[in-house]
């Protein structure tokens, strides 16, 4: 890549010391006439000999191009706007008041009594007697007997023989071979490296300082409460009065008075937490931040590849060609014929008769009468005039005013200002080279004259503009017009 950057640069060099002829423009600037050599500015002769050819000249053109030009203008836009006017209504509105009225309604009021009476009804009574009959029947009795049966049978006897019979088959021989395989690994190669690292650590720091603390105990007081005073009625101790007119002493009761007794006290224990300050020594810690620094290993892993041999087994097989032989069993199948005896039972049934008694049930049903009483349920019905309340509505109407917004739609003019492309003609002037050819003029100066600078009074061509070698060659002016637009 390096060679081939050196050949572009060494290709562009050439090219620009080999374009000494052009003008300015040309190869992008790369050449100009100041790097002609010096045989080339040098007079080659007569320049008036040198003038009769034909020679470019550049005549001024004017065209008309038309450009897009941006102007902006305002319009009148109407805007249709909606304006709210409050106005001032009032409606009736029916409010719903109730009103109490009495009114009298008969409730029924129902009632279930029950009365007795007496009844007579018939009631079955079942029962169950049994008569004895006496009656033959005939049972039937099997019995089995046996009778020989002969019969013949074909029994099947089978016999095994073998026959040897000869075939190929194709066995598959395995040979295993080897073959050296190369391919490319990256196998890792780890190194241990070391970093500094700085770890802060909080180092505990006990201090003991004096605080004051506040503490009580707890004392028991014992406190007497009085007790209630309550009124109780007494009565004073009677006397005996002799009684003249049964001659005999009579007890007489003391007065009745009221007065207030007081309970006796109560003593009650109570708890009175009774506080103190003490100072007591209490121990601190506090934590002091230390600042180490360790040394922390890391592995730094990176890949090497290296070519590694090994040998690849693979298996060859072929097939090899064995005759055997095997002994094929087979089996011959003969019937034989036999006679076999055999017992066929057979059933014979004979009637006997058998006299036996049995009980026959039957039922037999007595009406039997009994009296009941039972209770027949009746409902009365009496009217209980109760008096109800109802609410009764009316309505009430009342004047309410509220607020309402008329809506008004007008239009509103406003400026808007809109943006607009007009054509917009421009002259443009360009050069045009154009070949002239003029006589060969009578010079004044001698022939031995050099041509480095010419006679403008002869060889002058009017309209004309002669370059000079160390003057750039005008370029024609390009005018940049509108799509849709032509020259006029």
Do not use: F
């Amino acid at each position: 890549m390096k060679t081939n950057l050196q050949i572009c640069l060494l290709t562009t060099l050439l090219l620009v010391v080999g374009a000494g002829g052009t003008a300015h423009a040309g190869y992008c600037g790369g050449a100009s006439y100041s790097v002609c050599p010096a045989s080339c500015s040098a007079p080659a002769g007569d320049y008036c000999q040198a003038q009769a050819c034909s020679c470019t000249c550049y005549k001024t053109v004017r065209e008309i191009v038309w450009e897009q030009q941006n102007y902006t203008c305002c319009k009148t836009v109407w805007d249709t706007c909606c304006e709210a006017i409050p106005i001032t209504c009032c409606k009736t509105v029916y409010d719903t008041c109730y009103r109490d009225e009495c009114y009298t309604i008969c409730r029924p009021q129902y009632q279930t009594c029950y009365r007795e009476e007496c009844c007579k009804r018939c009631r079955p009574v079942y029962q169950t007697c049994y008569r004895e009959q006496c009656c033959t029947v005939c049972k039937p009795v099997y019995e089995t007997y046996y009778r020989d049966c002969c019969y013949q049978v074909c029994r099947p006897v089978y016999q095994t023989c073998y026959k040897e019979c000869c075939y190929t088959v194709c066995k598959p021989v395995y040979t295993t071979c080897y073959r050296d395989c190369c391919y490319t690994m990256c196998k890792p190669v780890y190194t241990t490296c070391y970093r500094d690292c700085c770890y802060t650590t909080c180092r505990p720091v006990c201090e003991t300082k004096t605080v004051s603390c506040c503490t009580g105990d707890w004392k028991t007081v014992k406190e007497c409460i009085p007790g209630p005073i309550m009124t109780r009625c007494v009565q004073d101790p009677g006397t005996w009065v002799h009684d003249c007119s049964s001659c005999c002493p009579v007890y007489k009761p003391g007065c009745c008075r009221t007065e207030q007794v007081q309970c006796p006290p109560t003593v009650c224990c109570k708890q009175v937490w009774c506080p103190r300050v003490e100072q007591r020594q209490i121990c601190c810690t506090r934590y002091v931040q230390e600042c180490h620094t360790c040394r922390i290993p890391y592995t730094c892993c990176h890949m090497e590849q290296c070519c590694v041999t090994r040998r690849v087994p693979y298996t060859v097989c072929h097939m090899e060609q064995q005759c055997c032989k095997r002994t094929i069993p087979y089996t011959t199948c003969t019937m034989v014929r036999e006679c076999v005896t055999k017992k066929v039972p057979y059933t014979c049934c004979r009637m006997v008769q058998q006299c036996y008694t049995r009980r026959i049930p039957y039922t037999t049903c007595t009406m039997v009468e009994e009296c009941y009483t039972r209770k027949v349920p009746y409902t009365t019905c009496t009217m209980v005039q109760q008096c109800c309340t109802r609410k009764v509505p009316y309505c009430v109407p009342r004047c309410v005013t509220y607020q309402s917004c008329r809506y008004v739609t007008r239009c509103v003019p406003r400026q808007v200002q809109c943006c607009m492309t007009r054509c917009v003609p421009r002259c443009v002037c360009r050069q045009v080279p154009v070949q002239v050819c003029c006589p060969q003029p009578t010079c004044a100066a001698p022939q031995t004259a050099s041509c480095a600078a010419p006679n403008a009074a002869s060889c002058a061509v009017p309209n004309q503009a002669v370059p000079t070698p160390d003057a750039p060659v005008p370029e024609p002016a390009t005018a940049v017009r509108p799509k849709g637009t032509r020259l006029k």
